[in-house]
């Protein structure tokens, strides 16, 4: 199995910052993808960032220039959203995901838990 931890999430005023943290671990060999979604009240899951195999890093256009995605998905396999001059829309619980070659050789996808963002206006 591949787990996923996420820490980081809670309450804070707008214009505010919050750093979100995943780590992955059990039985994986490598990460394809990992990255955050967001599910507010009522909407849909929604992808906000994600870093690839490679490097390459994808931030939505709804938080580009707030928020900022970092990590290491090849040795450590932790990923961190921090998020910055937060906005009471911002407010959903985080997920984050991991696309992962595991052990059996074959690709298996994970989430983690969710953690709540609230933002205050």
């Known amino acids: 199995q591949v787990q996923l931890v996420e820490s980081g999430g809670g309450l804070v005023q707008a214009g505010g910052s919050l750093r979100l943290s995943c780590a992955a671990s059990g039985s994986l060999i490598s990460i394809n993808f990992m990255g955050w979604y967001r599910q507010a009240p009522g909407k849909e899951r929604e992808l906000v960032a994600g870093?690839?195999?490679?490097?390459?890093?994808?931030v939505e256009d709804f938080v580009k220039g707030r928020f900022t995605i970092s990590g290491d998905t090849a040795k450590k396999n932790t990923v961190y959203l921090q998020m910055n001059s937060l906005k009471p829309e911002d407010t959903a619980v985080y997920y984050c995901y991991a696309d992962v070659l595991t052990t059996r050789l074959n690709n298996y996808s994970a989430w983690g838990q969710g953690t709540q963002v609230t933002v205050s206006s």
């Open positions: 870093i690839t195999s490679g490097g390459a890093i994808n």
